[in-house]
């Protein structure tokens, strides 16, 4: 791992958590990693389920798996910080399994919304910069050269057995080129890890929203007179189908404020909070149901629009019968299976 150029600049580093997924040949890895700033020192020490880079502690291991999911990105998240404790920072990749959200959503991923309820600053790293995440790039390369590569393993076992052996091997070892390490193995030079803060006992379910104080976005009512926010539909009038109203937020008592030209119309409660407070593991647990469910829309609109897109294709190509286009139904209208049906008669 590249150590750092400039001792100042590493002052300035603020405490951040890495997260990243190694797409290997091996399959998919879990990765997630802790920045912990204390002084201008280097260490890595191993971790069961992730990797954990930190600027005074650098936790490095790797577990291949094949569910590599926005669930199971959640729950070795929510166990790296349970054992190591809550960074003050969070630094994202934009893979979609932990910053992705079904399309209509006007709120954040479940990891996104994790991370907030903990008072953690999330960060999303923009397109097409790696240098963002210079730690575990770099890390990256380290392991696909000088263990992937090597070793070549054909099964999830031997990945498994390779990633433990090379784990040692980087972490007590393999002299590290980091400047405050010097030439030393990690576990060598620094033996201790820097506590980072216990999480809270109690955590509040809703706590994220709190970033949404005073959001506000308009939108257009429909032939039914709902609006609708977060994939869930408000009704406004159905005199005022047509119209566009503005929807304001109002985190306190968890409504919605709909104006039109100014005057506001009504005042509703916001759908899909429970508020209150629960313990960490309850918390947690909630929060993996939510990353399931959300990952499962979002899978079926994928598939939906798919083959909404294949039946579109079909019908463009069937020839008219008798003067007149066979019509099919519009496919995100229907469920999958469905719509393959109407697509099966179409090529009778």
Known sequence: MGGISNQRDFARMPARLLLDDIGREIGEHLLSGVD???????????????????????????????????ETLLASLAQAIERYGVPRRIMLDRDPRSVGAPQGSDFPSALLRFGACLGIEMHVCPPRHPQDNGFVERYHRTYQQECVSVERPSTLEQARTATQAFRDHY???????ARSCE???????????????????????????????????????????????????????????GQRVTLQIEVASRSLLIWHEGSLLKTVPLRGFSGGSCSFARF?????????????????????????????????????????????????????????????????
Request: one cysteine or more.
């Open 36 to 70: 912990h700033l204390v002084n201008d020192r280097h260490f890595i020490r191993e971790q069961p389920t992730s990797f954990c880079f930190r600027s005074v502690v650098t936790s490095c291991s790797v577990e291949p798996r094949t569910d590599f999911t926005a």
């Open 171 to 177: 972490n007590a070892e393999r002299p590290n080129q």
């Open 183 to 241: 030439n030393r193995p990690p576990l060598v030079a620094f033996p201790d890890l820097v506590p980072l803060p216990r999480p809270p006992k109690q955590v509040e379910v809703d706590g994220w929203l709190k970033q949404f104080e005073g959001f506000h976005v308009e939108r257009k009512v429909d032939t039914h007179g709902q609006v609708h926010l977060d994939l869930r539909g408000y009704y406004v009038d159905v005199h005022r189908a």
């Open 284 to 348: 947690v647990e909630y929060m993996v149901q939510q990353a399931r469910a959300l990952h499962r829309l979002r899978s079926l609109q994928e598939r939906t629009k798919r083959v909404s897109s294949v039946a579109s294709s079909a019908v463009q190509s069937l020839p008219a019968q008798g003067g007149q286009r066979l019509l099919l139904p519009t496919a995100s209208f229907l469920p999958v299976s469905r719509t393959l049906h109407y697509f099966s008669l179409l090529k009778r």
